[in-house]
């Protein structure tokens, strides 16, 4: 079992910062790759960052327009996702995502067998 642990949640102002952390603990970490999701009022969840455990590299979702930043230690036992110029549709829980199989792409929920409990952003005046 793995456990999937984030902060750094809360209330900011739109065009404001934060840094998102996931701490993960539980069995070895030898897996394919982390991430990030989201889900929004009345919304999807819907994939926000990935990075590769092998090589650190990382891919996000077009939306962003280069706003989020994913980064990780070496071993990705912790995971962060800076969040920059925040705009109220932002906001949602995120969740953090651990994953062992390489058969689905990195965007897709299937590809993450863990899922943290997720924590709050709201972006707001």
């Known amino acids: 079992q793995v456990q999937l642990e984030e902060s750094g949640g809360g209330l900011v102002q739109p065009g404001g910062s934060l840094r998102l952390t996931c701490q993960a603990s539980?069995?070895?970490?030898?897996?394919?790759?982390m991430g990030w999701f989201r889900q929004g009022p009345g919304k999807e969840r819907e994939f926000v960052a990935g990075?590769?455990?092998?090589?650190?590299?990382?891919t996000y979702a077009d939306s962003l327009e280069g706003r989020f930043t994913i980064s990780g230690d070496d071993t990705l036992k912790t995971v962060y996702l800076q969040m920059t110029s925040l705009r109220p549709e932002d906001t949602a829980v995120y969740f953090c995502?651990?994953?062992?199989?390489?058969?689905?792409?990195?965007?897709?929920?299937?590809?993450?067998?863990?899922w943290g409990q997720g924590t709050q952003v709201t972006v707001s005046s």
């Open positions: 539980g069995r070895p970490f030898d897996r394919y790759r």
């Open positions: 990075i590769f455990a092998s090589d650190k590299r990382t």
């Open positions: 995502v651990a994953g062992w199989t390489s058969l689905y792409p990195t965007w897709t929920t299937a590809a993450y067998e863990y």
